[in-house]
């Protein structure tokens, strides 16, 4: 299935091939977290969303919010973020360096999210001057969660801020 999809997307064959970005199993028990800024939805896995939750009211009684933007994407949602943005004129190599190729996202397991703050455009670098960032940084370990791309990461994305998840 997912060398049909890539192959109706333009990923190359040999995407992944390197091992420095692991294959993800989507997840199967998740939870509802809340809504995101757009109003849709986010889910997590059990484990996950019980994580966020502590750190988010634990940041918030600190005066610093957490809002989430992304959680769990399934494979085909994955897909469609990748349509979009093809249909939209975007090269293929271009997107590979900011979305994963679907089975690819860490957003799979229902253990990733993108988080944003009031004040600073979301899924933009912006975020790491945001309070909400600095708090992060100092306390996100301990709730279980450790930002997944930082500056020059092994997995060859663009440097993301935003994305923290929770280790398995």
Not at 7 to 31: C, H, K, T, W
Not at 73 to 95: F, M, T, W
Not at 145 to 160: A, C, I, K, L, T
Request: aromatic letters at 10%; one cysteine or more; glycine letters at 8%.
């Amino acid at each position: 299935m997912l060398r049909e999809l890539h192959l109706e997307l333009g990923i190359p064959q040999d995407y992944g091939s390197d091992g420095a970005r692991p294959v993800f199993e989507e997840a199967l028990d998740l939870l509802d977290v809340g809504v995101n800024l757009d109003g849709r939805m986010q889910c997590l896995t059990p484990e996950t969303a019980a994580s966020w939750q502590e750190m988010q009211a634990t940041a918030q009684a600190a005066g610093v919010i957490l809002q989430i933007v992304s959680g769990f994407r399934s494979v085909e949602y994955q897909a469609g973020l990748i349509r979009r943005k093809l249909d939209n004129g975007q090269p293929v190599s271009d997107i590979l360096k900011v979305n994963a190729a679907p089975g690819f996202s860490e957003h799979h397991t229902g253990r990733a999210i993108d988080i944003a703050s009031p004040g600073t455009r979301p899924l933009s670098e912006e975020f790491e001057s945001s309070d909400a960032f600095i708090w992060l940084q100092k306390n996100a370990a301990k709730f279980g969660f450790s930002m997944s791309y930082p500056r020059e990461n092994v997995q060859g994305f663009v440097y993301e801020p935003w994305h923290w998840a929770k280790t398995a």
